[in-house]
């Protein structure tokens, strides 16, 4: 178990390229959540996967952010047309989902986050 | 609107001073509560987690209380160290799987 992990861990673009970031869940882990987190604020939330099915999806996920998770493994989130706003340390977490067959809530597990500079 | 408030935002503690550090809820209804610990830069690392059912949590020089009906929590660090200086974390987990997370309490511990 190596935890989860983010790549890259930091990403400097100017306004209006587009990024996208990578997550590994702890592997076996059913659920994936990302979210957001500006400076002097706690993270929020933005979406979360049950295995490859994305169930929620935060107001704050503009239709410039798209989020996936094509086989239920890594996810990937993409910000398109990037304006300084979009700069923030984005955080990956997972969570087992479910323990012999049955859905639980439990502790999410995050990862280092990914840092955004937009200039 | 399930809003989470930390109080306070920040405070300074000698070493060796028991840490005492707020949590309040709007929305009672959760299925539980985490604590994490924020160093500058960094991701989150969970530090005690409490179910609905529970009042408490204890995990070394670490304590946190569960009033469900009240809407608050707390949690307790004894004997403080400038190890402990970080961001403080309070987080309640609803039915929709969301975490909802305060700002923060920002400890320094003084040598």
């Known amino acids: 178990d190596t935890g989860v992990s983010q790549n890259p861990r930091h990403k400097i673009t100017k306004r209006g390229q587009n990024v996208t970031f990578r997550c590994d869940p702890i592997?076996?882990?059913?659920?994936l959540y990302w979210y957001r987190q500006t400076l002097g604020q706690g993270p929020e939330f933005l979406t979360y996967f049950q295995n490859e099915a994305q169930l929620e999806k935060s107001r704050l996920l503009s239709d410039r952010f798209s989020a996936e998770r094509p086989k239920g493994s890594f996810s990937t989130l993409e910000i398109q047309r990037t304006e300084q706003g979009d700069s923030a340390m984005y955080l990956c977490a997972s969570s087992p989902g479910s323990i012999a067959g049955r859905s639980v809530r439990e502790t999410q597990y995050f990862g280092p986050g990914t840092r955004l500079l937009v200039l | 609107k399930q809003e989470v408030t930390q109080i306070p935002a920040a405070l300074s503690v000698p070493e060796g001073e028991n840490l005492v550090l707020n949590c309040s809820f709007t929305?009672?209804?959760?299925?539980?509560l985490q604590w994490f610990r924020q160093d500058p830069g960094k991701g989150l690392t969970s530090l005690l987690l409490?179910?609905?059912?529970?009042r408490e949590q204890t995990s070394g020089r670490l304590n946190a209380s569960l009033d469900k009906s009240s809407g608050r929590s707390t949690l307790y660090i004894a004997a403080s160290q400038p190890g402990d200086s970080a961001t403080y974390l309070c987080a309640v987990l609803y039915g929709n799987n969301r975490l909802a997370f305060g700002k923060g309490n920002q400890v320094v511990v003084i040598p």
């Open positions: 409490i179910q609905s059912s529970q």
């Open positions: 592997s076996e882990h059913n659920r």
């Open positions: 929305d009672s209804a959760i299925y539980n």
